[in-house]
């Protein structure tokens, strides 16, 4: 009892119960293959709808093959997919009384939150190497060598993991899995508003600055930068694209510091 009691052992016991939670999503998913398999086509989906279909009839700033310039916007909107999975997830736990089965149990109870974020993760690089398949397939490639390839998607998976936290905490706030799945459509408009897939310099000046603001147009211009794709931002771009790694980084911070003691605060009453 006194090991449970000093705060090394209560971290011993949370990453105990913790990774237990995660085999335990993963064992769901293998035990409903659909959900996976909608997961994983979807990135190579949109790689052939936008990468063919809009790919004729969009020029790349300064030139270059569309593909290649369309990559990192597809790597950043499935990086941002991690805050809806979660959020379905989590209030669809809550929603069954799932949630309240896990607390009947003698388990540390920020167990349940970094279980869901870790099992996101696992999933997240699948979805992530079946997107670089089809990336490859299709001509795009990076050109700056494997270190700065590395940092691209080391990047894209520390955003992943603090968006992740973001899901767990709003998937407890709405309680329901049906207000969860409503709210899903809203990501669509959220990453389609940046530069992942059309340069922003036609959009109208308003639309231009939360374009170039959103988190989704940093993380894709840090890849784009990364990979030696087309469409890297220049110098006298706006300060969270002329700086894209440090504002994915900032992001990725401000996000863990809010979500990671709001979620599990958040958890912890429910079972008041």
Request: net charge positive.
């Amino acid at each position: 009892m006194t090991a449970l009691t000093s705060p090394l052992g209560r971290l011993r016991w949370t990453f105990t119960d913790g990774f237990t939670l995660i085999g335990r999503e993963l064992g769901r998913l293998r035990n409903d293959p659909g959900e996976l398999i909608v997961a994983l086509i979807f990135p190579a989906v949109m790689v052939v709808l936008f990468g063919y279909v809009f790919g004729s009839a969009i020029q790349v700033p300064g030139g270059g093959d569309y593909r290649e310039y369309l990559m990192p916007g597809l790597f950043a909107m499935v990086t941002f997919s991690a805050l809806m999975g979660v959020m379905t997830r989590m209030a669809g736990d809550a929603s069954r009384g799932v949630m309240d089965r896990f607390r009947s149990m003698p388990m540390a109870r920020s167990a349940v939150p970094f279980g869901q974020t870790g099992a996101d993760l696992l999933t997240g690089l699948l979805m992530l190497a079946i997107m670089v398949a089809a990336g490859l397939l299709v001509g795009w490639r990076p050109h700056h060598g494997l270190v700065p390839t590395t940092q691209a998607f080391l990047l894209m998976i520390v955003l992943r993991y603090a968006l992740s936290w973001a899901g767990v905490y709003v998937g407890l706030a709405v309680k329901n899995d049906q207000i969860a799945n409503a709210l899903v459509p809203l990501f669509l408009p959220f990453t389609m508003l940046s530069n992942a897939f059309v340069p922003t310099g036609g959009m109208p000046g308003w639309l231009r600055f939360l374009a170039d603001w959103n988190p989704v147009s940093a993380l894709t211009a840090a890849t784009r930068h990364l990979f030696g794709n087309p469409g890297a931002p220049s110098a006298n771009a706006v300060w969270p694209l002329a700086h894209p790694v440090a504002t994915v980084l900032l992001w990725s911070a401000a996000l863990l510091v809010i979500f990671v003691p709001l979620s599990l605060r958040a958890y912890s009453r429910k079972g008041r």
